[in-house]
């Protein structure tokens, strides 16, 4: 596609349930990163592939949390056990070879809520 | 960590007045991007700006690396320019943007 493309664009779940939610990136792009971001605050940085490996994953708050992208394109952001402050947006963006060299694109984001 | 301050933290303009947005980061950078994220919560990218001056439309963006700050400018504001602008860089070495907290602007007709 053109841009970088989320879904679900809303979920609402459960505490303790599990969900997933997946990215799409710009065709071509070996850079993939996942942000989340809470209400009246910027972006913060969670993970980031580099082609199909998690280069690094420093800013995953906890074991709860795990994101894959196993051929190197769309990836998938888990959540286990999901807490009530786990209730945020979580933005996907892409770059073709990283922010160090070049321009990252944000999807729409994934708004995730927890009840 | 890299230190990202955006001034003004909110800014309120009558349709068609120009103002400026300051970005102060505490390290050198590779990269650094000025984004609107409107209403609907979508970043839109407005520059990718690590050192120099770039214009689009009625936008325009400096950014003086050896300084480390960069400046936002809207001219003759409209009400479709409100919502959040935030700054992001990349520090040297690294390979992922640090996001600063934005300035609100609210453009009233």
């Known amino acids: 596609g053109a841009g970088v493309s989320q879904t679900p664009s809303n979920k609402v779940t459960e505490k303790g349930k599990y969900v997933e939610l997946r990215c799409d990136p710009i065709?071509?792009?070996?850079?993939l990163y996942w942000y989340r971001q809470s209400l009246g605050q910027g972006p913060e940085f969670l993970i980031y592939?580099?082609?199909?490996?998690?280069?690094?994953d420093s800013g995953l708050p906890n074991d709860r949390f795990f994101a894959v992208r196993p051929e190197g394109s769309v990836s998938t952001l888990k959540i286990q056990r999901t807490e009530r402050g786990d209730s945020a947006v979580y933005l996907c963006a892409s770059s073709l070879r990283g922010s160090n060299t070049g321009e990252l694109f944000f999807g729409e984001g994934s708004r995730l809520t927890v009840l | 960590g890299i230190q990202v301050e955006q001034s003004p933290p909110d800014l309120i303009l009558q349709e068609g007045a120009n103002s400026t947005l300051r970005c102060n980061f505490s390290?050198?950078?590779?990269?650094l991007q000025w984004f609107h994220q409107n209403p609907w919560g979508q970043l839109i990218n407005l520059f990718y700006?690590?050192?120099g001056t770039k214009q689009n439309g009625r936008l325009s963006a400096t950014t003086v690396a050896t300084e480390r700050y960069s400046l936002l400018y809207i001219s003759s504001s409209q009400t479709t320019d409100s919502g959040v602008y935030f700054c992001?860089?990349?520090?040297?070495?690294?390979?992922?943007?640090?996001f600063g907290a934005g300035t609100t602007v609210t453009v009233r007709a």
């Open positions: 592939f580099q082609g199909t490996g998690a280069a690094d």
């Open positions: 992001a860089v990349d520090p040297l070495g690294d390979y992922k943007l640090s």
């Open positions: 065709s071509g792009h070996t850079a």
């Open positions: 700006i690590p050192s």
């Open positions: 390290d050198s950078v590779n990269n």
